[in-house]
């Protein structure tokens, strides 16, 4: 009996060793310096006019120029040096628009070429079972297309080009590229014309043409009509043009801020009014919210606690949207992290950053 209960505790010291470093692993993507998680809105950095999260890595871009921290596994930001950095460090220049990945970072030069570096897919691997589409670490960034307008990195990766036609490649074992099939892409391909804003879900992707009509893939790989009158997407919300702001999908952590929800919400409904800018994470837990006088409105959590990044202050899961702070430009909500940018151009990041300060 001794001799068992010396084993089941040597596996909880093991099992705990193990969470502690995989949470050490993927920290540092708040850019402060520290690892301490953050409940409240800490300055990061001036001069930034774009900021954008990825799974546990934050790139930005300050006087045209692409900065980069947190982890750094898979090559995101541009190195090899080191595993992880917790101050940006400079990935490009000359730098207009960027979009951060799970493991992947991709950015829009001035010339209007997309660059990418992280974890992408470089060769299929052919059996009996069909072909694999198998990724590769990539630390130098590389071209991929030219002449694009905007880029958006889930599972997938698809990108507007300046002519309005819609590209991508990657996963699309649920059909999110839209192209009537399941089949990966090794390459970028063709999917849409007459396109103007696209969104990368973890399963899913949606996009807003022309004529302001959202639709969204489906898992034949098909694309559905969800609403008209559309001018912006993240996730499962969106803005419509009266500056409605409409949800649907999952919301059993409040980030869709329509209270408590047990089960998925198949129809769009009224979220609040007033609204110019939003940012909704991949996995539908948080959601930050502009209103058109700049106000910064919260909502959502995660499982357990929120890990601080509703930077209210307190770990306690928001079920409607709760006012933050004035004068903010810009938002961005990563993976139990957030990031918004204030009309002074100045850089605020809060939550996850290492282990929990609250205990968790």
């Known amino acids: 009996m001794l001799l068992q209960l010396l084993l089941n505790k040597k596996r909880y010291i093991t099992f705990f060793i193990i969470c502690t ?16 998680n953050k409940n409240i809105p800490v300055l990061i950095d001036v001069n930034v006019k774009k900021v954008t999260s990825g799974s546990y890595h934050t790139i930005y871009i300050k006087d045209n120029t692409l900065m980069g921290t947190g982890d750094n596994t898979y090559y995101q930001l541009g190195t090899k040096e080191k595993s992880e950095y917790n101050t940006p460090i400079i990935i490009d220049k000359k730098v207009i628009d960027a979009e951060a990945g799970n493991n992947v970072t991709f950015y829009i030069k001035k010339d209007r070429s997309l660059w990418a570096c992280g974890y992408l897919p470089s060769h299929y691997e052919v059996s009996k079972n069909g072909k694999k589409l198998i990724y590769t670490k990539v630390s130098k960034p590389i071209c991929i297309d030219k002449d694009v307008l905007q880029v958006s990195a889930g599972s997938a990766f698809m990108y507007i080009k300046i002519d309005g036609s819609l590209w991508g490649f990657g996963e699309n ?22 396109i103007h804003q696209v969104f990368c879900g973890e399963l899913t992707s949606f996009y807003i043409n ?14 559905e009509k969800i609403d008209n009158d559309v001018i912006s997407v993240s996730n499962y919300i969106y803005i419509k043009k009266d500056s409605s702001l409409w949800g649907y999908g999952f919301s059993y952590y ?17 979220i609040m009014k007033d609204v110019k800018a939003i940012s909704s994470d ?27 990044q509703l930077g209210l202050g307190n770990n306690e899961i928001q079920y409607y949207p709760v006012y933050l702070c004035d004068n903010v430009i810009s938002v961005s909500s990563g993976n139990l992290f957030s990031h918004f940018i204030k009309s002074d151009n100045t850089l605020w990041a809060m939550g996850l950053n290492n282990r929990n300060s609250s205990g968790l």
């Open 21 to 36: 470093y995989i949470i050490e692993l993927f920290a540092l993507q708040l850019g402060n310096g520290d690892t301490e």
């Open 173 to 194: 074992r649920n059909g999110q590229l839209g192209i009537a099939n399941k089949e990966n892409q090794l390459k970028p391909i063709k999917i849409q014309n007459n």
């Open 210 to 223: 022309d004529k302001n009509e959202l639709f969204q893939t489906k898992s034949d790989g098909q694309f």
């Open 254 to 270: 409040g980030a869709l801020g329509i209270g408590i929800q047990t089960k998925m919400i198949k129809k769009p409904v009224l």
């Open 282 to 308: 991949s996995n539908q837990n948080h959601t930050l919210i502009i209103t058109e006088c700049n106000k910064l409105y919260v909502c959502g959590g995660s499982e357990h606690n929120n890990w601080g």
